[in-house]
């Protein structure tokens, strides 16, 4: 009937597909689990050889000297203790592209390639050249979570970020000047509330959030092992000092988010 009347058939896009359609999911909740246990695993449960190679008060960095076909990919487990703030507010400032540029100092450029839900994104970014390498860039997804508290059904959930290398059809790696490397990460955060005395309000005082960030980059191509190996022990500790103060700036006079 339509036809003959000529009418046009309305064309109204198909509704959003939940992020679980989608062909990255099986592999994002896979990887999820795997960094989260991994996290939560202490130094001493890790199995040997984690050195420890900076510390600086309440922050411990890790590291373990790996190499695969000649390049360095020692993999890095960082703690560290940040009174004020909450997992929710740490990781959310982490994943969120808006306030990237404004902590992440060894970053050139960055583009959103694709939203894939509102906790998961693709991203694309080009880093700061590291001399004599070539410069590198990165593409991987990046995923935002709550996780239950199971050891404390009433205390705060535990957030997580995990973000790991993926790739796309129109960014192919090594196309133009830059090397892709090849990276997985995993921020984790717990929040410890120190109840108030009666009467008195929560407040910021009463907060602190215990941090786990594990990461290993591939450099995906040539990079001198002592010059690499130097950039990220001075690297590592000056990210996640510069982060957790950014974190506290942003949000001292804030609401608390949970
Ligand atoms: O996890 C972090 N940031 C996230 C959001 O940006 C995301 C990014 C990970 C970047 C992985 C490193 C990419 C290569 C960087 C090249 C180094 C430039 C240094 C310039 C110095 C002037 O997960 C926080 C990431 C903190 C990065 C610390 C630096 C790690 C260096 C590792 C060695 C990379 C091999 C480079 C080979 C030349």
């Known amino acids: 009937d339509r036809l003959k009347t000529g009418s046009v058939i309305p064309v109204t896009p198909p509704p ?3 992020a679980t359609n989608h062909r990255l999911w099986p592999e994002i909740e896979r990887m999820v689990e795997a960094q989260v246990m991994m996290a939560k695993m202490g130094i001493g449960e890790c ?3 984690w050195q420890l190679f900076a510390e600086d008060g309440e922050m411990k960095m890790y590291r373990r000297e790996e190499e695969v076909d000649g390049m360095v990919v020692d993999p890095l487990k960082a703690v560290h203790v940040v009174k004020g703030i909450t997992g929710h507010e740490v990781c959310h400032h982490f994943f969120s ?4 540029y ?4 060894t970053l050139e450029h960055m ?4 939203t894939i839900s509102d906790d998961t994104l693709v991203f694309l970014q080009t880093h700061k050249r590291i001399w004599p390498a070539s410069q590198r860039d990165g593409l991987f997804w990046s995923h935002i979570r709550k996780l239950p508290n199971e050891k404390d059904r009433d205390g705060p959930d535990i957030w997580t970020v995990v973000n790991n290398s993926t790739d ?3 960014y192919p790696p090594n196309n133009g000047k ?3 490397v090849f990276l997985t990460v995993c921020l984790l955060c717990q929040t410890t ?8 309000p929560l407040t910021r005082d009463n907060l602190s959030c215990k941090i786990t960030y594990c990461s290993v980059v591939n450099p995906g191509g040539w990079a001198p092992a002592s010059v690499l190996r130097a950039v990220y022990k001075r690297e590592y500790p000056k990210f996640l000092k510069r982060f957790t103060a950014y974190v506290k700036n942003q949000t001292q006079s804030k609401p608390i988010m949970f």
């Open 111 to 114: 583009t959103v390639l694709e």
């Open 193 to 200: 509330v120190d109840p108030p005395k009666e009467g008195m």
């Open 168 to 170: 796309h059809p129109d």
């Open 102 to 105: 404004d902590w992440e100092t």
């Open 47 to 49: 199995g040997s050889g």
């Open 16 to 18: 959003t597909s939940p």
């Open 97 to 100: 592209p808006q306030y990237r």
């Open 178 to 180: 830059c090397v892709r």
